[in-house]
């Protein structure tokens, strides 16, 4: 079982950049693929992007490639999501999540998330 803990969201400017970790619980973190979701109010939680248990494969949505970074630090338990060039969407909560397996863009095949941390861009 793994605990995660997101962090690092808040208010960005359009253009702007932000930096979310995501920090788990647990010694088999090494283990388990994570991804990035975000979701806004009334809508669809969507896969933003995905990292491989050991960092090796890494997948992003289209919306994000170019702009976005996924990486992870196994020993220190914690997965980054490096946010550049951010665009001003909407107010989003982004979530992430874990999955003892595959790596997967597909929310409802991961087993643990966390509470979330809320990322607003302003124009």
């Known amino acids: 079982q793994v605990q995660l803990v997101e962090s690092g969201g808040g208010l960005v400017q359009a253009g702007g950049s932000l930096r979310l970790s995501c920090a788990a619980s647990g010694p088999t973190f090494g283990y388990y693929a994570i991804g990035w979701f975000r979701q806004a109010p009334g809508k669809e939680r969507e896969g933003v992007s995905c990292?491989?248990?050991?960092?090796?494969?890494?997948n992003y949505a289209d919306s994000v490639k170019g702009r976005f970074t996924i990486s992870r630090d196994n020993a220190k338990n914690t997965v980054y999501l490096q946010m550049t060039s951010m665009k001003p969407e909407k107010t989003d909560v982004y979530y992430c999540?874990?999955?003892?397996?595959?790596?997967?863009?597909?929310?409802?095949?991961?087993?643990?998330w966390g509470q979330g941390t809320q990322v607003t861009v302003s124009s």
């Open positions: 999540e874990a999955v003892w397996g595959i790596a997967t863009m597909r929310t409802n095949l991961y087993d643990y």
């Open positions: 990292i491989s248990h050991s960092g090796g494969s890494t």
